[in-house]
């Protein structure tokens, strides 16, 4: 079990207009196993995704940006709680996007909506032991893995700003 603690509640949660301030990263690395010599980056890329907690997909590590840390700070605060990496992240946003929370998709009111900051993160470490670790797997993948298991628009959206950094 890991002696790292995750943050957990949202009294320190960040909210703008009824909508809940999330940050979130794409996590990536190089493949080294891949020649570099005229190959295209989506064949070089690797995009790590993690398992959600009673449902079968995939998704980007994100959460609540909290009042005590940039929004820099809280996308790798998420990553290292949910995916067990850390790195270096992007200077700038890959974009905003405003979008449900997965309970709240069927709702019609405010409550549940969120908007999300999403950074790239080039990955330089991966934990053996992390907070979130007997919620969350993780899976490396391809681009085009990643792209089909994106369900979300939103997040094919990310991930699209995301390959014009290369």
């Not at 993948?141 to 089909?148: H, I, S």
Request: glycine content about 8%; hydrophobic content about 35%.
């Amino acid at each position: 079990m890991s002696t790292l603690l995750a943050r957990t509640g949202r009294q320190r949660q960040r909210y703008v207009d009824q909508f809940r301030l999330v940050a979130g990263c794409i996590p990536y690395k190089l493949d080294k196993n891949v020649e570099d010599q005229g190959c295209i980056v989506e064949d070089r890329v690797l995009i790590l995704m993690i398992s959600t907690p009673n449902r079968n997909d995939l998704v980007f590590p994100k959460g609540g940006w909290e009042d005590d840390e940039t929004i820099e700070e809280a996308a790798c605060r998420e990553a290292m709680e949910e995916a067990g990496v850390k790195g270096i992240i992007g200077e700038n946003t890959l974009g905003v996007w405003d979008f449900r929370s997965k309970s709240s998709q069927n709702s019609c009111s405010l409550a549940g909506s969120c908007r999300g900051y999403m950074f790239a993160l080039q990955v330089t470490e991966e934990l053996d032991r992390w907070p979130g670790q007997a919620s969350y797997d993780r899976k490396w993948l391809t681009v085009n893995e990643a792209f089909e298991c994106c369900r979300y628009d939103w997040m094919r959206d990310a991930l699209k700003h995301f390959l014009l950094l290369f």
